[in-house]
């Protein structure tokens, strides 16, 4: 018997994650503990096998084998949709070809180490070049991409990072929060100003945090006998959903941004276990795409772990795990002053820093920004400028150099263009989706309030982890919540949260 | 113009090294680091990008690339060196068809974890009929390759370790060990025993360990900017030569072992790391063989780091090191008693405790043991009883159980069979290396004893590292000694070492 063209797929696709992973693995390694000399060295090891799954997933016989598998009548209805992601992701691997790919990594890899030396310099000219030189190979990607996909040259862009997504939706999402959200960060501001968190007094020795991140993450369902929890310069989670790597860095003067990371990326680390088994290393076993993957970080972070209930379940073991280094008996430490730290809200030029009131204002600038840079509205040259206006239309505050400006986040500088909105569709749907669940399980609040994570995880593992990408991000959230994604839940979220009381 | 065949070899064989290096890295991070949960998935991983380089390397092409190449008349000498190794490894992978790969494969993993269980309970019977299975499909391996290079089945499997090993002139070697060793360790012991080292008071902080590991790493030429030291359960040298990744456990009571392990994975690192860089990736680039290699780490550890001269430079540094947990002031702590605790030789059951003098015995019994049961004379059944004839023979001791006799060392029982006389190779190797290398620059001893490894490492990398593959074996250690492999070096080494004085 020979093997079906949908199943030839099947292995071809799952030769090449499992490839991608080892390269995935080795980029964890590269961030965590890898000398700093062998920078060169892994470069080539992971172009390599990039270079393998790029030839695996657009070597010729692929069309023909997409084709027949097409035909193929007796695909199941997940088979029929693994055939569609497979599709989509040969679409994308087609469109650009060889000598495009390896410019536009050389590119990226040149301007990326540009900016690490451009940043800290708040040298924007110094970085200018490359940063042209790279967005006219990301758009020349674009276009490609735009003319297989029938899409315009950004969504295209954007489909690399939130499949499906298109900026006439997004217009509409941003347009709505940019209406509402300057007045209500205001009021939000009134409302604080009076009644000023107390600080916690330091030193946090950076063993007691990790501590009490291990316990909280176990609380929250991580398990780390399938994962670890170590220290990089740029927290992220990487890995496999078998061996999930979480990463974080201390600060001892302050605990509470650091274990609220970590909270963040264990999120992102339970959607991947819990992604459905029987489809590892096929795509429709992979991750929906950037906004759902961020709205699970949210919403284990934002809407559970800054909530309330979590904060008193979390303050006693706060207390305790840092008791023998500082006076943790005082006001300060109770839950309600840990809750008012955990909701400051407050204008600021950094967007990682910033608080969920006025984070999506950070990333409507930068998808304004780049949207018109993509479509010839703006020039490179002119993005210092455009970025100081906009933060002052959008935010209030401008950035005295580019520094705390145009150069702080790294995605334009690596290629990423088009990635920005995902991060407030993230936003927006992890209200949307946190507020669903605790209505159809209303276990999920009074879990939390204990400790107990397992009715919040039931829940997603049923509606969004275990569906892994069998429908589109729209379809999985309107299935999930009963609404298309919108930002009506979120502001109600806001409003409740930082208004009541 | 179009590639030549040659160098559409060279891309490949590029390329298949790129990918095992990522394998060796995954290795690494599955010994040093990964969750427990994590190892069948793991498993899965590293298969993949065995059968990644596997079929780049056996596709059909590459057998008309190596006949167009061999007819190439521009081709250099390390072009044609390299193109023989690039035969050697095409024969050697081309000669197993997929199934006994996958089958060994799974026989190897399946008996190996077996035999972790096997042996604390010291049940030979349990781990007995897996490793018979897998002595099976080896000798079905070893029977395709004996075909394929004209050879025996025993020298077919060495072949696989020991690029043209042959068991004629180890026969040779070994009989010559095995008729002066047995009186020489007996004189040697009467030796010693009027004279036992004074004991050495821990406990041994791990962090002072490895500081002092580091600090005598860096002695030896090792560069953290390019390497790591880490811990795991059974030590070793893994890593790229851009990337070198040792490991060792500590022992809190005892730091000597300990330490002497890490300068002997350093002897394995700085030969990886000088092999000629112009050659990166091609398999003439690569080290020569085990038994080279062995005896780059022997050189380091027995020859160089074991010797008076070494030692008179390292004792002040570990008095310092263990100086506020100890008391450090005392005879045990001089020179001469180091000296004599890193040159004390026992008859022991355990091959990896072995002192210099005594290894030879431990390795040459298990290759008259590997050689009688590949070539019939011997049932895998009756092993634990030959042992224990042969480790009374030999050494004059046998083991109380199977636990300290033969179910002590991995390599059958993860299907290394051939690989145990390298070490012993390796031996001769470093004496005679390390002999002829004092000789034609006379600043390698005194340098030793200042601390500075650069006269050393310069003929090294003259004589041995910087040649890679480009001589076989024999010819390596001819051209570098002035004489075929032998074993009077190593003998007169171990009598002034052992019996002066």
């Known amino acids: 018997m020979t093997a079906t063209a949908y199943s030839q797929l099947e292995d071809r696709f799952r030769r090449a994650s499992l490839v991608g992973d080892a390269a995935g693995f080795l980029g964890w390694d590269a961030q965590v503990l890898m000398p700093e000399g062998s920078a060169q060295s892994r470069a080539e090891i992971s172009a390599a096998l990039q270079l393998v799954t790029h030839e695996a997933l657009t070597a010729p016989e692929v069309a023909d084998l997409l084709e027949a598998a097409g035909e193929d009548s007796s695909l199941d209805a997940w088979q029929t949709a693994n055939l569609r992601e497979m599709r989509r992701r040969w679409v994308h691997k087609t469109a650009v070809d060889a000598r495009l790919v390896e410019a536009m990594a050389r590119a990226e890899s040149a301007c990326e180490m540009a900016w690490r030396a451009a940043r800290p310099a708040s ?22 991409k735009a003319a297989a996909l029938d899409v315009s040259v950004y969504d295209a862009l954007l489909d690399q990072f939130e499949p499906g997504g298109r900026s006439a939706d997004i217009d509409l999402l941003f347009d709505d929060l940019a209406g509402f959200l300057p007045d209500l960060t205001q009021q939000v501001l009134d409302h604080q100003a009076s009644n000023p968190p107390l600080p916690l007094d330091g030193p946090f020795a950076v063993d007691r945090q990790r501590d009490l991140g291990v316990r909280l993450m176990e609380v929250l369902g991580f398990d780390f006998t399938r994962g670890r929890l170590d220290v990089s310069l740029h927290p992220f989670c990487g890995g496999t959903p078998d061996d999930l790597r979480i990463t974080t860095r201390y600060d001892t003067d302050d605990f509470t941004s650091a274990l609220m990371g970590v909270l963040h990326e264990t999120g992102h680390a339970l959607y991947e276990k819990q992604l459905p088994e029987d489809w590892r290393h096929q795509p429709i076993g992979s991750a929906r795409g950037m906004a759902v993957h961020e709205s699970q970080s949210l919403l284990m972070e934002m809407q559970a772990c800054r909530s309330s209930e979590f904060l008193d379940f979390a303050a006693p073991l706060m207390r305790e795990t840092f008791a023998a280094g500082s006076d943790t008996s005082g006001p300060a430490w109770r839950a309600e002053n840990l809750t008012r730290i955990y909701t400051r809200v407050a204008r600021s030029l950094i967007r990682v820093d910033a608080d969920e009131v006025t984070y999506p204002a950070h990333v409507i600038l930068r998808y304004r920004l780049e949207r018109a840079m993509i479509g010839g509205d703006l020039r490179l040259a002119d993005l210092p400028g455009a970025w100081r206006e906009g933060m002052d239309e959008l935010l209030g505050v401008t950035p005295p150099d580019d520094r705390l400006g145009c150069l702080q986040d790294i995605h334009w500088y690596s290629g990423a263009w088009g990635y920005f909105p995902t991060y407030t569709l993230g936003a927006l749907a992890a209200a949307q989706i946190f507020d669903a669940a605790t209505r159809a399980e209303p276990d999920i609040l009074p879990g939390i309030a204990r400790g107990d994570f397992t009715p919040l995880l039931g829940w997603l593992a049923t509606h969004i982890h275990g569906r892994g990408s069998f429908l589109s991000t729209g379809d ?26």
């Not at 040298?123 to 490609?144: C, I, N, Q």
């Not at 999985?476 to 298309?484: D, K, Q, R």
């Open 123 to 144: 040298d924007f000219k110094a970085v200018l070049p490359l940063t042209e030189e790279l967005l006219r190979l990301s758009m020349e990607a674009g276009e490609a």
């Open 476 to 501: 999985l959230i309107e299935e999930a919540t009963g609404a298309p994604l919108g930002a009506e839940v979120f502001r109600a979220h806001l409003e409740r949260r930082y208004l009541a009381k």
